[in-house]
């Protein structure tokens, strides 16, 4: 779809694994993600949430 990127696009895309970016959008916290079929598609223009379990780098 034109647009829109896969889990495993979106992981590599922000360097973690396809999992969490699943996790990322089950729990609604990638804005515009929505699940087809059995497969999340993200925007393209989406940006990597904040992770809370680590510390801001200063």
């Not at 922000?14 to 089950?26: E, F």
């Not at 598609?41 to 780098?57: G, L, V, W």
């Amino acid at each position: 779809m034109n647009g829109y990127i896969t889990a495993q696009e979106a992981a590599e895309k922000w360097g973690i694994t396809v999992r969490q970016v699943q996790l990322l959008c089950k729990n609604n916290r990638i804005e515009g993600a929505a699940m087809l079929s059995r497969i999340w598609i993200i925007p393209e223009n989406a940006k990597k949430p904040i992770d809370h379990r680590r510390k801001a780098e200063k």
